[in-house]
């Protein structure tokens, strides 16, 4: 039972929903240009593990982030604070934020150790971060163009959010900056929201930059909340964004929690009170206005809020303020729509700066694939083919920017495992020849299948073992081509070359077993012109006469000097000339 | 006794570990390698040790001429793995691995991948990819210019994948390093195929003759065929 100063009538409440706010404070910058610490993009399949539970096939030990895995976290700092309180439902975690720069050193430097355990990909040393140039976002207010966020280079140059452009400029005089375009912003929220979609299916984006994830139901699924913050954190980290977490009962709390970035979390209604007191009401999502009223009336922190009864709120500060507490607190449910997936995946990506090859491209490439995968994991289906579209040109209209180099990949079979597409992509791209810059990539499925999930047995690998055989032959073909690879059958035909054919068999019922033939078979036949002695009586071969290819001859196994034996034939037509057809090896 | 009895398990347990790292070299590593492939030539079982070709290591056979064996000589062990419905890959051989002799060897063809390269970079690439894996059991490739250090990352590849791993390469490169498990140079001598064990990893160097025709059977060529 909690006893409320104020609030009468209230009824114990047992919170059934944990939501997960997550806040990325610089999203647009972020976009732009990835801010510093990230780790590989998707690794060769060895070092790092899957994104979500299950999916993969990799044969590697995925032991990095794999959220199911009961590995303990030992120097995870969430899990001491858990264990400390472990006893009765009153948990309070401390959950540190990454980025914020508001950490004591003790907590960064452990994240810091973490996350190297972490980022053994293969990668490692391909990756770049692509602009190390200062660049700032600017927004325009009325006249005035202040600085929205900037790049590290830029804030280490000492730019900071609010600062004029006029300033700015004092202060580095080749800044870059870039308009902040709320379209853009929606854009890039809509990719978090596929995104995180892999690890909630109630995701609700709430613009311009924070994403709310109903998390009690993932829990288990991800081993526990240490896992699931890990994998989250790792996973934007991957991306290069700045992500602020919190974690509450309510979704308005969460999101404060978040916005505050501090090391806050709450896991009961019954300890969100408490710990929303303590927050300053500066942080609170109200008008100048109401902020102002409040903070004449002395009212500092939230917990002398919680003391002014509700009808005095209301008459004193108006509806918001009193439905903002309450929604705090639980006492009224906020809507929180999901967030609907569409039924294809087709995404634009526009480069801030023009790419001038395949290989600046690692990087939104593997946003657009990370999406890819959220979205794919919603609609719990593979890719079997998808068209990657380089656009060179910039222009206004985007429906009618239909020229670019288009890219077509196909899967053997469906695919959801996003690291394997991200490799066969990335190799196929390496593959093709541009004759201009790059100013956009989109990216769209063709056609999606229900993808058979791998199973796998307590000990074994893999139980499919033909399906990792495909995955190696997509990765083959990604370079080599597709027509490079084939198996081999053998097709009832009299005629040599036409008795084998390079793909799956056309027909199963041949004349088996042959009688002599070489192992290697002459893609031409070559007039022979060493001295070879005929050791075999002749094996006539006439068919096709209806066909081009009309063969009337008789071969015969001869041998050269060295002790080689070969396939040979003379033609009726002119006897005595000999081609050597094979090698017998 | 039920109270060594897990003992036991826990010490097979701790064996099956360490076999499982290939970096790990251990003195008694010979009695361990029990999962040979038998060549399907007695001669040639005999010299090798463990008596077979070996999964998780490269094999070089370094050839003056193509036609004088040289694949036949591993016609039985690929038979023996596509029967056991393990996949196979032959990357850039230098004709057409020819259908029908391949059925007439007994080669289970469904089982046989086959990857035509452009050149020797991209083969090397191939082979790597195909034995990392560790999804086939055996990668046969053709290279004509290779380096130590490219045979090298073979070699590791074939350890990772444990897969059986065999090249060939010029005789000209008898003379040169390489860090392959197995070196056969093969050389043909009227009717038998000399094959002469240069390296050989937990065996000895020694030559072996094989008669030539052995090779023959498995190509559907019955001697003696009557000349007119």
Request: charged residues 20%; glycine residues 8%; hydrophobic residues 35%.
């Amino acid at each position: 039972m909690i006893n409320l100063k104020g609030f009468s009538g209230r009824v114990k409440k047992i919170s059934l929903m944990l939501w997960t706010a997550l806040y990325f404070p610089q999203l647009y910058i972020d976009r732009l240009c990835p801010g510093p610490g990230p780790g590989p993009g998707p690794g060769n399949g060895n070092g790092n593990g899957t994104v979500g539970p299950g999916n993969s096939n990799d044969s590697g030990n995925s032991s990095g982030n794999n959220p199911p895995a009961t590995q303990a976290n030992t120097n995870c700092p969430q899990k001491n604070s858990l264990d400390k309180t472990n006893t009765d439902i009153n948990q309070h975690t401390d959950v540190p934020d990454q980025a914020s720069g508001q950490l004591s050193g003790r907590l960064s430097g452990q994240l810091s150790g973490d996350t190297a355990e972490d980022r053994s990909g293969d990668l490692l040393t391909e990756f770049v971060t692509p602009y190390s140039a200062p660049l700032a976002v600017v927004v325009k207010t009325g006249n005035q163009s202040r600085v929205m966020s900037a790049n590290e280079s830029a804030r280490h140059a000492g730019i900071r959010a609010g600062l004029a452009l006029n300033s700015a400029y004092a202060i580095v005089p080749d800044l870059q900056t870039v308009d902040y375009d709320p379209v853009v912003q929606a854009q890039h929220l809509e990719h978090l929201c596929l995104w995180a979609l892999q690890y909630s299916s109630w995701v609700t984006p709430r613009l311009p930059d924070t994403l709310l994830i109903e998390t009690e139901a993932s829990l288990h699924l991800f081993g526990g909340l240490e896992n699931f913050v890990k994998t989250l954190r790792h996973d934007a980290a991957q991306q290069g964004l700045t992500l602020q977490l919190g974690i509450a009962p309510t979704p308005a709390a969460a999101s404060l929690f978040a916005n505050v970035g501090e090391k806050t979390g709450v896991l009961t209604t019954q300890r969100l009170q408490p710990v929303l007191g303590d927050i300053s009401i500066q942080h609170l999502p109200l008008n100048e206005r109401t902020l102002k009223g409040l903070h004449k009336s002395g009212i500092k922190y939230c917990r002398d809020l919680f003391t002014i009864p509700a009808p005095a709120l209301t008459r004193r500060f108006g509806q918001p303020c009193r439905d903002l507490v309450q929604r705090l607190l639980g006492d009224i449910p906020e809507v929180c729509t999901a967030f609907s997936v569409p039924d294809t995946f087709s995404e634009r990506l526009d480069l801030p700066l023009e790419a001038p090859d395949v290989q600046a491209l690692q990087f939104p490439l593997n946003r657009l694939m990370s999406a890819l995968g959220g979205f794919l994991r919603t609609h719990d289906s593979g890719v079997k083919s998808m068209v990657v579209t380089l656009h060179h040109h910039k222009t206004q209209n985007r429906q009618t920017d239909s020229q670019g180099t288009q890219v077509t990949i196909k899967f053997l079979e469906a695919t959801a495992d996003y690291r394997h597409l991200y490799r066969i992509v990335t190799e196929r791209l390496q593959q093709t020849t541009l004759t201009q810059s790059i100013t956009a990539i989109t990216l769209a499925t063709d056609e999606l299948e229900t993808v058979a999930r791998d199973e796998r047995d307590l000990f074994q690998k893999s139980l499919n073992q033909s399906a990792s055989v495909n995955q190696v032959i997509d990765n083959l073909s990604a370079r080599l081509g597709r027509h490079k690879l084939y198996s081999p059958s053998s097709v009832s035909d009299h005629r040599p070359e036409r008795s084998w054919s390079p793909d799956t068999p056309v027909s199963t019922d041949t004349d088996k077993p042959y009688p002599a033939r070489p192992l290697w078979l002459l893609q031409h036949p070559t007039p022979s012109n060493k001295r070879l002695v005929i050791k075999s009586s002749a094996e006539r071969i006439e068919n096709g006469w209806w066909e081009t290819l009309d063969v009337r001859r008789d071969y015969y196994i001869a041998e050269d000097q060295h002790g080689v034996h070969y396939w040979v034939y003379s033609e009726r037509r002119e006897p005595g000339v000999f081609f050597i057809h094979g090698i017998f090896a | 006794m039920p109270v060594f009895s897990g003992w036991i398990t826990v010490d097979t347990a701790l064996e099956l570990l360490l076999r499982q790292q290939p970096v790990l070299w251990r003195g008694q590593r010979q009695q361990y390698q029990k999962d040979v492939i038998p060549t399907g030539f007695t001669t040639l079982n005999h010299a090798l040790p463990g008596g077979g070709w070996h999964p998780g290591a490269l094999t070089e056979l370094l050839v003056k001429q193509y036609g004088i064996g040289e694949f036949s000589l591993l016609l039985p062990a690929l038979k023996s793995l596509t029967a056991q419905r393990k996949w196979v890959a032959l990357v850039n051989p230098p004709y057409i691995p020819y259908a029908p002799a391949l059925e007439n060897a007994g080669l289970h063809l469904d089982y046989l991948l086959i990857v035509d390269t452009d050149n020797d970079d991209e083969a090397l690439w191939s082979i790597e990819q195909l034995l990392r894996t560790g999804t086939f059991s055996a990668v046969v490739g053709w290279i004509k210019q290779s380096k130590a250090e490219k045979q090298r990352r073979l070699q590791l590849a074939a350890e990772t994948g444990q897969c059986w791993a065999v090249t060939y390469r010029p005789e000209s490169e008898a003379e040169s390093h390489s860090p392959a498990a197995f070196r056969l140079v093969l050389s043909v001598q009227q009717a038998s195929l000399d094959i002469d064990i240069c390296k050989s990893r937990g065996g000895k160097p020694r030559q072996v003759a094989l008669d030539r025709s052995l090779f023959d059977q498995p190509q559907g060529v019955q001697w003696p065929c009557k000349k007119n």
